[in-house]
């Protein structure tokens, strides 16, 4: 049904979507200075810093987006050790999916466990203003590549939306 994103780039497109839609309601977004294994960014609304978690998804099952909150292993041989999201050591989750809907979650109304279910009615009133939609990815790379093409005369696209 979907395009294929890579892992690493469906989670940049997250990132980039949670500090758009956080700049969107006027608070000042700071990244970790290298991996930060708890949280992704910070951000600072009404004077306070929260640690924001974000999660991608593009698995899609009977009508619902299904999330996976815990690590298991990452990009080396798993140990068998799965590591959950721990309310403790972030305060808020940030979820995209693939059709571009998205949450806000407080990790205190999480429940615990390895993955939610996006799209009933627990979660509703946390959904916020829709963001990109993660298959476009390779469409706006495609077209960013043509745009600043070498020897193409950018100053004469003012407006081209990407």
């Not at 989670?11 to 991996?35: C, M, N, Q, T």
């Not at 979660?123 to 993660?134: D, K, L, M, Q």
């Amino acid at each position: 049904m979907f395009d294929v994103v890579n892992p690493r780039q469906q989670g940049d497109i997250g990132e980039r979507a949670a500090a758009a839609w956080l700049l969107s309601k006027d608070a000042v977004v700071a990244y970790p200075f290298g991996h930060s294994p708890d949280w992704d960014l910070l951000a600072e609304i009404d004077l306070t810093l929260y640690r924001v978690q974000v999660k991608t998804s593009t698995c899609f099952l009977r009508n619902r987006w299904s999330v996976t909150l815990c690590t298991r292993g990452g990009n080396r041989s798993w140990n068998g050790l799965v590591k959950l999201l721990d309310p403790g050591r972030c305060d808020y989750l940030f979820v995209l999916v693939g059709d571009g809907r998205q949450w806000f979650i407080p990790t205190a109304d999480l429940g615990g466990g390895s993955g939610l279910v996006l799209g009933r009615p627990k979660y509703a009133r946390f959904e916020v203003e829709r963001g990109p939609v993660i298959f476009d990815y390779e469409r706006r790379c495609a077209a960013r590549s043509k745009l600043f093409a070498p020897g193409r005369d950018t100053r004469a696209v003012k407006g081209t939306r990407l």
